[in-house]
């Protein structure tokens, strides 16, 4: 069965440098959700966004900004990066109105220096 | 204040014995989700709840969500080293909103 596509899957930044993730949601989802997970850390809850609209907004900072496009993929983009950005960064999708089951993909590991 | 925690942290058993992991709450979800993680890995899904006291069986693993829908648990049976792993619970509460995950069990199972 398909799954949720991440790219790229490591990224190496400089401090300040701006960084654009990529989530491609399962086949028929409409929903997707984007989480940082740091070492040791459950996944905090950034974003979420349902048919293109931002459905729920938890801590993301000011600097990170995200969109969800026609073809339901969606991109997190964050800007001025900073050491403390540094963590996993894993996409979720889910069917509206299925369980509201998340399905999480394999995650990008951003390191800045 | 953690809104769901999970317990134990942290469990080691031998080969062959059953362990059980608790997720509680003092709010009301109207799914919860257990996942399995790998180091560097994505949660990987193992079951969904939604209906109060539902019970799911996944093989060798029984999952069951409280009546109030306030917690849930995870049931091994006879446990094997392949099952070693970090176990997640996490809450949702409507359609398109964040999972409140619970810290997390990190099951060690010896040969």
């Known amino acids: 069965a398909a799954g949720v596509i991440q790219s790229p899957r490591h990224l190496i930044k400089e401090k300040r440098e701006t960084a654009t993730l990529k989530c491609y949601p399962i086949?028929?989802?409409?929903?997707v959700y984007w989480y940082q997970q740091g070492p040791g850390q459950d996944p905090q809850f950034l974003i979420s966004?349902?048919?293109?609209?931002?459905?729920d907004k938890g801590s993301i900072p000011d600097r990170f900004s995200a969109q969800q496009f026609s073809d339901y993929h969606s991109e997190l983009n964050m800007s001025s990066l900073e050491l403390g950005d540094s963590a996993l960064y894993f996409c979720?999708?889910?069917?509206?109105?299925?369980?509201?089951?998340?399905?999480f993909g394999p995650g990008t590991r951003l390191l800045v220096l | 204040t953690q809104l769901l925690e999970q317990s134990p942290q942290f469990l080691s058993i031998q080969e062959g014995e059953n362990l059980t992991v608790y997720c509680n709450s003092s709010?009301?979800?109207?799914?919860l989700q257990w996942y399995r993680q790998e180091p560097g890995e994505g949660p990987v899904l193992l079951v969904t709840?939604?209906?109060?006291?539902e019970v799911k069986k996944l093989k060798r693993l029984t999952f069951q969500f409280g009546d109030a829908r306030k917690d849930s648990s995870l049931h091994i049976t006879a446990a094997q080293p392949g099952d070693t792993g970090l176990y997640l619970c996490a809450g949702g509460k409507a359609a398109g909103n964040k999972l409140t995950f619970g810290g997390g069990t990190r099951v060690l199972v010896k040969p």
């Open positions: 709840v939604v209906t109060g006291g």
């Open positions: 086949p028929r989802h409409d929903t």
């Open positions: 979720a999708s889910s069917a509206r109105g299925v369980q509201e089951t998340q399905y």
């Open positions: 966004f349902y048919e293109k609209m931002q459905s």
């Open positions: 709010s009301v979800f109207s799914s």
